[in-house]
């Protein structure tokens, strides 16, 4: 199996930081409560019916001892007053290997997953598994698995319609595309797509390394973010038959050594953002919906101007109002929000908020934009914060859950559980 790629201390800033850390968390680890230990008597009861539920992704096989997917259910009753929005733990959803990314059709009742290996099921490669979900107690049940078609699997994502699984192969530096059966089921892959050449930093660009798939708001082109080779290809994309095809533009590239890690789209689809995982980076783009071109407009550091330490810049997303994008720093480990100017597409500091915690791999966004859902995945956290969705802060609750190696969570909303 692969191992979760590890951060690397090289300076003895970053050794000094992460140990001042880890010692703040031990002194005042009486002060913080933990969600997993309080909500255990809990562990495997139904949530209530109103509740949004939140699955979390990890990496097995490592120290953490994780077993697979984690099932939560969000308290928020009385977070205005104590600011303590918690994560009520409901026990381990679906025991699967290194279910590193995840993705819902909430409306089918549907969870996907990437299991991040070089080995699955006993051949070489990757993995891609559906599940069900019980809609009353939230717990998930196996419908089929398949072939990632590739090497250490770390994205997947659903186009528009819900017939089509994208999944992105890291290690191979490929991308494949599944149909998805009217019950859930996978089936083989209908497109893969091998990437080829490489970037200029010697320890991390010597092949191509896909990192996630990005639809566009039509399901008209397919985005995929390349680390290896500092593109992000463009590819047409046919839904009715799950196929792939050059565009023209082919491609739109970055500052060498950049290392494109993760796209997302504006709500209302002139702009597009990308993270840099490498050079810790965001850049912004115009987006020309008839042709799929990217156009940039602006590149600006994730981290603040003091930090002169190591980094990887991991996540990005934008609340549904459109007004402001967040990014997370694996080293500086903060979650730092941008305003974006809804005319230019521009992007413009705001604030940043420690995770209190090393690694924030993942971070993910209640579909009510209310709430932002951390991962820690070096210290084995989740931190919930509030959102102020009209100044683009993050509250932080002084409330840690406990989750072995936590990379990737989802929330089902209470509305796709009644149906």
């Known amino acids: 199996m692969i191992m979760p790629r590890a951060f690397t201390q090289t300076s003895v800033i970053g050794i000094l930081r992460n140990a001042f850390v880890s010692l703040f968390l031990l002194l005042f680890s009486g002060g913080f409560l933990r969600a997993a ?3 255990s008597a809990q562990s495997g009861n139904a949530p209530p019916k109103n509740a949004t539920l ?29 600011q303590n929005a918690t994560l ?13 990314f995840l993705t819902l059709d909430g409306k089918r009742h549907l969870l996907f997953c990437a299991n991040e290996t070089s080995t699955f099921n006993g051949r070489p490669g990757g993995g891609v598994s559906a599940f069900s979900i019980d809609a009353a107690t939230g717990k998930l049940k196996l419908i089929n698995q398949r072939s990632s078609m590739g090497n250490g699997p770390c994205h997947v994502v659903l186009d528009k319609t819900g017939k089509n699984l994208f999944v992105a192969n890291y290690e191979s530096g490929s991308i494949a595309v599944l149909p998805v059966n009217q019950d859930g089921a996978l089936g083989e892959a209908t497109c893969v797509i091998q ?23 039509d399901n008209r082109f397919a985005f995929v973010c390349d680390l290896g080779t500092d593109k992000v290809m463009i590819f047409k994309f046919d839904s009715e038959h799950g196929r792939l095809a050059a565009n023209n533009p082919p491609f739109v590239t970055v500052k060498p050594g950049a290392g494109p890690r993760h796209i997302v789209f504006h709500p209302n689809g002139k702009f597009a953002y990308l993270i840099n995982e490498i050079d810790s980076t965001l850049s912004a783009f115009a987006y020309d919906k008839s042709t799929g071109a990217l156009k940039e ?18 996540e990005i997303a934008i ?24 005319k230019k597409g521009t992007l413009s500091w705001v604030a940043e908020q ?8 993942y971070f993910g966004i209640d579909p009510f934009g209310k709430y932002l859902l951390i991962c820690n995945q070096d210290s084995n956290t989740a931190l919930v914060c509030g959102i102020d969705p ?18 990737c969570a989802v929330f089902l909303r209470p509305s796709d559980r009644d149906k």
């Open 319 to 342: 609340l549904p109002s459109g007004k402001f994008l967040f990014a997370s720093n694996r080293g500086n480990d903060t979650v730092r929000s941008f305003s974006i100017d809804s």
């Open 88 to 100: 009520v733990p409901l026990g381990v959803a679906a025991e699967t290997e290194s279910p590193s």
């Open 297 to 314: 407009l602006q590149t600006l550091s994730s981290l603040p101007e003091n930090y002169h330490g190591p980094n990887k810049a991991a």
């Open 390 to 407: 009209s100044a683009g802060r993050l509250k932080a609750s002084d409330v840690f859950t406990d989750i072995p190696s936590p990379t």
């Open 54 to 82: 939140v699955y979390v992704g990890t990496f097995t096989g490592t120290p953490a001892g994780s077993k697979g997917i984690y099932l939560f259910w969000l308290r928020t009753e009385g977070d205005k007053i104590s």
């Open 354 to 361: 420690s995770t209190g915690g090393k690694t924030p791999r």
């Open 37 to 39: 230990e309080n909500g």
């Open 195 to 217: 990437d080829t050449g490489r970037g200029p930093n010697p320890a991390r660009q010597l092949g191509p390394h896909a990192h996630c798939v990005a639809l566009s708001p």
